[in-house]
């Protein structure tokens, strides 16, 4: 029998966006197409819902309106599987009583509703135990509507028809399919698009709100036979649907990706550098602002308590939040509480420069929010060795001999003790290139050694939700094989 694997490519890097001009979309859309409720309409409710819990004996309140719309499509196996349309709306809640808080939200706009959904509130707080640092954001961190930034462009509704997303899943699936024989089947191709707008306001004085878009196009297929059968896709997800990928590009990707992993075999048990694909790196970045996080550290809860001005990274690492990215993920004039956000340095030369705290947490800690209630916004993990040159080949070179991740399976870090294990499939990689597929092992190691040792991280950046990064190798882990 021959046991010697089919040679494969080096894994294709990451596609550039390639607009395709002839997609679908209206770009004289105006704000309001496809909401129900306009941004005067929620002000009106949002005020009236203020104005309750003042007459009922509220000392402080706040108040957020939203609606979300959007299509969802999926297609399989050059069929139809599934057309959705959805529609959220709701006003939510919140009375404070001097020291106590109450919460209760509402999918009716009526009048009525809304006074029933206010006493709803104002009665949690009665019965709930005093906390003093429940409050509303101090005076001075709210963002005035003067400072509140209008060109994030956050927000390009797509007004595509469910027929018009069909041809485009359609379309991704089918190029998948032509790129090899060997792809014999398919998960499936779906095209997203969803938009929502809110307006938020409190006794303190915040007003303001705005509207949003994602869309997206992925795709998932399979390729091979029998046990040989390996799995995997791609995707594209933007703000403005002009920007995302064409669906052939990203189809063409998922093939591609799914036969490289052909023939994987296992490895045998070792210790060796391991080289994280960019979109894995993400994640990495992820269990960092985790640690690092308001409610994990005022908790005790977290591998990185006291971590304020202490070297997590090597010196060559740096992370920058930016909240004010033009048409960015995690763009925002605003926290989720009014308060004003900046773009700064969360990490210097690897040394922790800040914290992610919400006005709650901060008072928690003895300390001030950092504009970061409901989470982070846009971060930059980069590293000062790091070349222009710096490309996915190159990080291979710097990898030598050792393990190439491309999939993760389980959530196995434990963010009390920073251990981590979790299963894996990627690539062997001897001499700097990729030698084969391997399949069914599990890296671990301990998330604070695993920041000390990162070695490199690469340009070949990719962007995950709010987090950008390129692949990251690490100097050494356990990998568990057979």
């Known amino acids: ?88 709306k709701s ?27 206010v006493q709803a509130a104002y009665d949690i707080a009665r019965f709930t135990a005093e906390d003093p640092f429940a409050a509303l954001p101090d005076d001075a961190d709210i963002a005035p509507v003067s400072e509140h930034r ?18 485009l899943a359609l379309q991704a699936e089918d190029a998948a399919f032509k790129v090899d024989q060997r792809i014999t089947n398919s998960e499936g191709a779906s095209v997203s ?13 915040f007003r303001g709100g705005y509207a949003s878009s994602r869309h997206s196009v992925s795709v998932s297929v399979i390729a091979g036979v029998a046990e040989a059968m390996q799995r995997d896709g791609w995707y594209s997800s933007q703000r403005d649907a002009q920007d995302l990928e064409t669906p052939e590009a990203i189809g063409i990707y998922a093939a591609q990706r799914a036969l490289n992993r052909l023939n994987a075999r296992k490895i045998a048990t070792l210790e060796c550098p391991v080289l994280f694909e960019a979109p894995l790196a993400a994640g990495l970045l992820g269990s960092f602002v985790q640690a ?22 090597p010196k060559h690492i740096d992370i920058q939040e930016d909240p004010f990215i033009k048409r960015g993920k995690g763009s925002s004039p605003f926290d989720d509480e009014g308060v004003r956000v900046h773009a700064r340095s969360v990490v210097e030369a690897g ?23 409901g989470g982070s916004h846009n971060l930059t993990l980069t590293s000062r060795l790091t070349c222009a040159s710096d490309d996915l080949d190159a990080m291979l070179a710097r990898l030598g001999t050792g393990l190439f991740v491309t999939e993760l399976m389980g959530n196995g870090v434990n963010a009390v003790t920073g251990d981590y294990s979790r299963g ?48 990251v ?8 094989g057979s």
């Open 193 to 205: 698009a969803q938009q929502s707008h809110f307006f938020s306001a409190h006794t303190r004085g």
């Open 292 to 313: 690092v996080s308001g409610g994990a550290l005022y908790r005790k809860s977290s591998f990185l308590l006291n971590s304020l001005g202490k070297s997590v990274f």
């Open 1 to 88: 029998m021959n046991t010697t694997p089919t040679p494969i490519p080096t894994p294709v890097t990451f596609q550039t966006c390639t607009p395709k001009a002839t997609w679908p979309v209206n770009t004289d859309t105006p704000f309001n197409v496809g909401f129900a409720y306009s941004r005067s309409f929620f002000e009106q409710l949002v005020d009236s819902a203020l104005q309750h819990a003042r007459q009922i004996g509220a000392t402080d309140a706040a108040a957020h309106a939203s609606e979300g719309c959007g299509l969802s499509v999926s297609v399989r196996k050059g069929e139809l599987e599934n057309v959705e349309r959805n529609r959220d």
């Open 424 to 471: 894996a499939s990627g690539f062997w990689v001897e001499k700097g290139r990729i030698a084969f597929p391997v399949q069914e092992i599990t890296i671990a190691g301990n998330m604070k050694t695993m920041f000390k040792n990162i070695v490199a991280v690469g340009a070949d950046t990719y962007n995950h939700g709010a987090k950008t990064v390129g692949s």
């Open 351 to 373: 040394k922790v420069q800040g914290y992610f705290l919400s006005s709650y947490s901060a008072r928690k800690l003895g300390m001030k929010t950092t504009g970061n209630a």
């Open 473 to 480: 190798l690490i100097k050494r882990m356990k990998v568990a």
């Open 150 to 167: 209008t060109d994030l462009e956050l927000f390009f509704p797509w007004n595509i028809t469910s027929e018009q997303a069909t041809l």
């Open 91 to 117: 006003l939510g809640i919140t009375v404070h009583i001097g020291q106590r808080r109450g919460n209760a939200s509402t999918s009716d706009f009526s009048q009525q509703a809304i006074e029933q959904t």
